[in-house]
């Protein structure tokens, strides 16, 4: 028996920011095989569902499935994830907690808001043939800004667009970017426009790769774009920012990143808890 539940994260109502599913073992438990996990995630349909196998009073293990196979990370399931663990009670608020990840190990706030340390984020040597790029997404217009593929524990594309309206206006041929992702080793594109409107940026994430055409909020691509803004001089160290996400799928979500002055970066959120139960497995 494994109880699980649905959550919103990067939102504090239901029915908005990005949904995830989140399966709680027994504690003694290890991990069903990979196969069942498969299985689970493919049955809830969600962008990500994560396992979590607990070790400690503030120790976990955290695995993630799409529903079409395992990631090393991913940012909104964990919002999900300690974002259930603390409205449970099974994590006390102001709770420091450690998370193991096929990415490495991540430090985890857990408090109204839960706020998780990333993974040291990098440009990675990466060539972007830009005008295969722009055609597969159906970019209209050209910014001062590069295309680069940074990661902060997962590696995105982070493709730059002249304003909202070219964003809300992208249709990427899904196929196309699908083999593109796979071809140069990413998850996916995080486009992304700068408004002057109280936001650090609107964005965009499609990831047809892993099944996912396009994603309500990504915590680890949002903290990839935090580099990239301050590696390119739009933000200075130490920073918060905000990103909004969403908007085109009517799913509305804020992802809020840290900038430390050391170049560390924490990405978080509030998320609701919609449903619960037990999974007869």
């Known amino acids: 028996m494994m109880r699980y539940f649905i959550v919103d994260a990067f939102t504090e109502k239901p029915f908005g920011g990005n949904p995830a599913g989140v399966v709680l ?5 290890d991990f069903p095989t990979a196969q069942i996990m498969q299985q689970v995630a493919a049955e809830f349909r969600y ?22 196979g395992e990631v090393d990370l991913c940012g909104h399931a964990t919002v999900a994830t300690f974002g259930v663990l603390g409205q449970t009670g099974a994590v006390p608020a102001g709770t420091m907690c450690l998370n193991h990840t096929l990415a490495g190990d991540l430090k985890v706030k857990v408090a109204h808001k839960v706020m998780m340390e990333m993974a040291a984020p990098q440009v990675l040597p990466a060539t972007v043939e830009v005008e295969r790029l722009h055609r597969i997404m159906g970019v209209a217009g050209e910014t001062h800004l590069p295309v680069l593929v940074v990661s902060a524990g997962l ?19 899904m196929d196309s970017l699908a083999l593109l992702s796979t071809e140069m080793g990413v998850t996916g594109v995080h486009a992304f426009a700068i408004e002057d409107d109280g936001f650090t940026a609107h964005v965009r994430n499609f990831g047809p790769r892993y099944g996912i055409p396009e994603e309500s909020a990504t915590g680890t691509a949002n903290a990839a774009l935090t580099h990239y803004l301050h590696r390119n001089g739009i933000v200075d160290a130490p920073a918060m920012c905000r990103f909004l996400q969403g908007e085109a799928m009517g799913r509305p979500s804020v992802v809020e990143t840290e900038l430390q002055a ?3 970066i924490w990405t978080g959120g509030s998320c609701a808890i919609v449903a619960w139960g037990n999974l007869s497995l």
Do not use: Q, W
Not at 155 to 173: G, K, T, W
């Open 25 to 29: 073992l027994d504690d003694g438990c």
């Open 47 to 68: 962008s990500e569902t994560a396992f979590v196998k607990r070790h400690g009073a503030a120790e976990f293990t955290v695995r993630y499935f799409t529903p079409c």
């Open 155 to 173: 590696p995105d594309i982070m493709m730059p667009v002249p304003n909202l309206d070219s964003l809300h206006a992208l249709r990427p041929a």
């Open 262 to 264: 050391d170049g560390k």
